[in-house]
């Protein structure tokens, strides 16, 4: 059965830093992999979708990688900014997906 | 454009009540979900709707019931509320962005959220 799993839960970080959020999963078989974000007593945007056949997605600054061999992706996040503060979830699978419990990323002013 | 759109915000219930969530979407998407998202828990899908007139069971259908009555609309239904089931309930659509069902890429889109709590 398909696992994911985020570490960690919990992040806080200066303004400006660039951080990496991480997220496993341990079925390497997997269609596809995405990111979303999740403001606080709001719904899921997506940021980044990466299907199977791809190794990586760009969108302004966020960059998402995806290793399937190893059963990894990763939420690169350049220059940070309080506006990025938010829950971070990544989630695998077709149309039905398999999520991750978030990292919850605080960007300190 | 509104997107995908859920009534009610909010909503307390008894042990025993029963109510339906609404849910709406004006993308034109063929698939919608219901989920459930418990703290520390990643979201959990409940029923999902591949088209219009069917349905099928995700990871945690117990205690609900949907209907798809239309290709906007997809409506998550509790016959008789258990604390267990205090949540928040999220609804999406998805436009598929390549490949065949299996395999295929999928962009979920999602209404604000309902918080249900059952006392």
């Known amino acids: 059965k398909q696992e994911v799993t985020q570490i960690p839960a919990a992040l806080s970080v200066p303004e400006g830093e660039n951080l990496v959020l991480n997220c496993s999963f341990t079925?390497?078989?997997?269609?596809?992999l995405q990111w979303f974000r999740q403001d606080p007593g709001k719904g899921l945007t997506s940021l980044l979708l990466i299907q199977s056949s791809q190794r990586e997605q760009t969108s302004g600054r966020l960059n998402a990688s995806l290793d399937k061999s190893s059963g990894r992706s990763t939420l690169y996040i350049a220059a940070s900014q309080p506006g990025d503060s938010a829950t971070y979830l990544c989630?695998?699978?077709?149309?039905?997906?398999?999520w991750g419990a978030g990292t919850k990323l605080i960007i300190k002013p | 454009n509104a997107g995908v759109t859920q009534t009610p915000k909010f909503q307390v219930l008894k042990t025993g009540q029963s109510m339906t969530l609404q849910c709406a979407q004006d993308m034109n998407h063929n698939s919608m979900y219901w989920y459930r998202q418990d703290p520390g828990m990643g979201l959990r899908l409940i029923y999902y709707s591949a088209s219009e007139g069917t349905t099928d069971k995700g990871e945690v259908p117990n205690g609900y019931n949907v209907s798809r009555l239309n290709k906007r609309e997809f409506s998550l239904r509790l016959e008789s509320a258990a604390p267990s089931q205090t949540s928040v309930y999220f609804c999406?659509?998805?436009?598929?962005?390549?490949?065949?069902?299996?395999?295929?890429?999928?962009?979920?889109?999602f209404g604000p959220g309902t918080r249900l709590t059952v006392t």
């Open positions: 999406a659509s998805s436009r598929r962005v390549g490949g065949q069902w299996e395999g295929a890429s999928y962009e979920q889109y």
């Open positions: 079925d390497s078989a997997i269609y596809n």
């Open positions: 989630a695998v699978g077709d149309y039905q997906l398999i």
